[in-house]
């Protein structure tokens, strides 16, 4: 080791540490153990978030990807255990066309809320064109029992592949009976 980096060792060593009241020690060991989120350590507030997605969903609406990403991983990072931001970030990359990517978001995303409809149908879709069709018509068959309703354009979608997938089934057992 060097003089100077001697020196500086011993001045990090021996300057005086920053004073940390009680309550923020508290928080500290809350977010050392993963029981708050970087967002509640900071104060980041549900409506601080809110009014960040809100921005971003413009700058998604109209074509400004990249700003909407790069408010969505904010997002994300802030508070790992919201599953919002990911669906967000999924549907980013979907559109992005980076297929992988959109799929490990909407994983962690139904890691967080796995009855989410609209993420499964949009994980289902990905993984139905991406030829794991087993795994895909599940997706896809959740959502729709989720939203019986069919309240959501994702939903709707996954009915009709599914009915696609049957017809197609039904018309590859035809061909192959000889009828």
Known sequence: MSHTQRNSFHEMTTQPRPVVNEQDRALLRRFVRGEITFAELEGMTAEDALALAETGHGF???GRIEEA????EGLAAVNHLDPYPRQVLGA???REQETEQALRHYDVCLSLHRDNP???ARRGEIRVRSGELHAGVEDLARAC???????LMTTARAQLILSSLV????DGADESSGA
Request: aromatic fraction near 12%; charge should be negative.
């Open 167 to 170: 017809d197609a089934a039904a």
């Open 92 to 94: 980013i990359c979907e």
């Open 118 to 120: 609209w993420v499964l």
């Open 60 to 62: 998604f609406k109209s």
């Open 145 to 151: 029992e989720l939203d019986p309703k069919v309240s």
């Open 69 to 72: 990403r790069t408010i969505f």
